[in-house]
């Protein structure tokens, strides 16, 4: 049974994340929880599907302030072809010199960190992105497939992959195709794995980090399903008011 064997296989990716990579979030999650602590963010970049997690870790219910996802709607797609479509996304993302352009926007600190999700760790996108944060002083996070940078040749120009410029380095243990189920009588497999280990490795960060925060004597501001019934109706109102808090400098 194929789903069997997707299931079986995203298993055993996500414990090698457990075992494997455990230390690396430790270490990033101290980055991130330093950058919340001293009143400043955590800047989230992603392009394509890896501008999921990006998306998925605020505003989320279980999530908190101190997270600044930098979406840039060019960079996804919501249309399969056409404006906003894949095709021209993936274009785009490969171009030398937009990103400046799109984080040109936003005013960053050293005291920020930015944590850059990349599976392929390659295209211009995630790799200027990484660029732009080191030149501005912040520490830097990747997620990206480490399959992939042990395998693939570096296409931007600099001669750099994703993680050769991060501070801290996640391996999503994810392969470099990405599939992982091989169908009898195709020629290639189906069945993507990264999204979800970067997204558990997205939700092992957030804790991790809450937990340091905590300990640092630092009460959250986290963002609650209005289903839970023991705190006040206007918790999410509090957390946006935070948040726009923590970001009314951020634009230039």
């Not at 030398?96 to 990349?118: A, H, P, R, T």
Request: with cysteine; glycine share 6%; proline share 4%.
């Amino acid at each position: 049974m194929s789903a069997k064997k997707y299931q079986e296989r995203a298993l055993e990716i996500l414990h090698q994340i457990a075992e494997k990579e455990k230390e690396n979030i430790k270490k990033a999650s101290e980055i991130m929880a330093e950058s919340i602590a001293s009143g400043h963010l955590v800047h989230l970049f992603g392009s394509g599907h890896s501008a999921i997690p990006a998306l998925d870790i605020f505003p989320r219910y279980g999530s908190y302030v101190g997270f600044h996802p930098l979406i840039d709607p060019r960079l996804i797609w919501f249309n399969v072809i056409g404006p906003g479509g894949a095709r021209e996304l993936l274009w785009i993302e490969r171009q030398e010199g937009y990103i400046k352009n799109f984080l040109q926007s936003f005013n960053f600190y050293k005291e920020d960190s930015m944590v850059v999700f990349s599976h392929g760790g390659l295209n211009a996108a995630p790799i200027e992105a990484a660029l732009y944060a080191k030149a501005k002083g912040m520490k830097v996070i990747a997620v990206t497939s480490m399959d992939n940078y042990r395998q693939a040749k570096p296409t931007h120009s600099s001669g750099k992959k994703l993680a050769d410029i991060a501070d801290v380095v996640i391996d999503n243990c994810a392969p470099l195709e990405d599939a992982i189920v091989e169908i009898e009588g195709q020629k290639v497999k189906v069945g993507a794995s990264s999204t979800l280990s970067t997204i558990f490795i997205s939700m092992s960060l957030l804790c991790e980090t809450a937990k340091l925060l905590s300990e640092k004597g630092i009460e959250l501001s986290t963002f609650v399903s209005p289903n839970v019934s023991n705190i006040p109706k206007d918790n999410n109102d509090i957390v946006y008011q935070k948040y726009t808090e923590y970001v009314k400098n951020l634009k230039v």
